[in-house]
């Protein structure tokens, strides 16, 4: 089955500098992949996915890149702000697949200091 | 209401006890899971129903009993538990399992302490 490895397990960076988190999948069937984002007391929420047929997607301060070949895809916030301070799930699922379920990765604790 | 919500908040119960999670979505969603979300792991999928029909057990241990009386409502009943069973239960719902193609919105979760 599907293994996702995230990392680092914890980042921290000064306000205004860039963060990336890392994973990794094992099934190259693997075609939908989204972020989670959980904020200390909160639930998890969405925050971006991308698909397998694109390489990188945006959306304002966030992207997501996806690199098909070593199977690897990765999460970059730009200019960091306090609110980003928080723990991000990447996560891996085969769209169409009878085990379509997400398999999430173990989490980064994301430290945006002021 | 509205989204996913979860009662209880917090439970803390002994070893011997019966008690009852429950999880309601008001998204009009088919699907509704079960996660165990333990310190330093992943997000650990437990249960899902689709269309009130469950459509994955992930091995997980027959302390733990789930029912879906309908696409709204999910509840996990716990009996016996253990100590490591002690953690967050996310409930979430997505528009359909199908392949995993739907944003999940979970709730705030049940925190479990076992004694």
């Known amino acids: 089955g599907e293994n996702v490895e995230q990392h680092p397990s914890t980042l921290s960076v000064q306000e205004g500098d860039s963060a990336v988190i890392k994973c990794t999948y094992s099934?190259?069937?693997?075609?939908?992949f989204p972020w989670y984002k959980q904020e200390l007391g909160k639930r998890p929420q969405l925050i971006i996915d991308?698909?397998?047929?694109?390489g990188e997607k945006k959306d304002q301060r966030i992207a997501v890149t996806l690199n098909k070949t070593a199977k690897h895809f990765s999460l970059h916030i730009t200019e960091t702000q306090p609110e980003d301070s928080a723990v991000y799930f990447c996560?891996?699922?085969?769209?169409?697949?009878?085990?379509?379920?997400?398999?999430f990765g173990k989490g980064t604790k994301l430290s945006v200091k002021p | 209401e509205t989204g996913v919500t979860q009662t209880p908040r917090h439970l803390v119960m002994g070893m011997t006890n019966k008690k009852s999670l429950k999880c309601e979505q008001h998204?009009?969603?088919?699907?509704m899971y079960w996660y165990k979300q333990s310190a330093k792991k992943p997000l650990e999928l437990m249960f899902v129903?689709?269309?009130?029909?469950?459509?994955e057990n992930n091995s997980v241990p027959s302390r733990f009993s789930p029912e879906c009386p309908n696409s709204s409502h999910l509840f996990l009943h716990l009996h016996t538990l253990q100590p490591e069973d002690s953690a967050l239960y996310l409930c979430?719902?997505?528009?359909?399992?199908?392949?995993?193609?739907?944003?999940?919105?979970f709730g705030e979760g049940s925190r479990l302490t076992v004694l």
């Open positions: 979430a719902s997505s528009q359909d399992s199908a392949g995993g193609t739907g944003e999940l919105f």
């Open positions: 998204l009009g969603h088919n699907a």
């Open positions: 991308i698909r397998s047929n694109v």
């Open positions: 996560a891996a699922s085969i769209v169409g697949g009878s085990q379509g379920n997400l398999i």
């Open positions: 129903y689709n269309f009130k029909e469950q459509t």
């Open positions: 099934d190259s069937a693997s075609n939908y």
